[in-house]
């Protein structure tokens, strides 16, 4: 299932003040973050992720691992 997040003030301030070195990355970080429904966060950028809180996951690995 496909979850479009908004993105509030309060998500913007936390990923500028975040470690992000990539701010469409934090926004997408912080976005999720807030929402409780968010299992995984699939991107091709992975690296980007490395202290994520959240699951992340390629595209590819997360089609293998639900086609399980």
Known sequence: M???LKVDQ???KDAIA??????????QYYCALDNK??????TRNTKDYKNSEIP???????LKMVSI
């Open 18 to 27: 975040s470690g992000f070195q990539d701010f469409e990355d934090s926004i």
């Open 10 to 12: 309060q998500t913007v």
């Open 2 to 4: 496909v979850i479009i």
């Open 56 to 62: 992340v996951m390629t595209p590819s690995d997360y």
């Open 37 to 42: 429904k968010i299992d995984v966060l699939i």
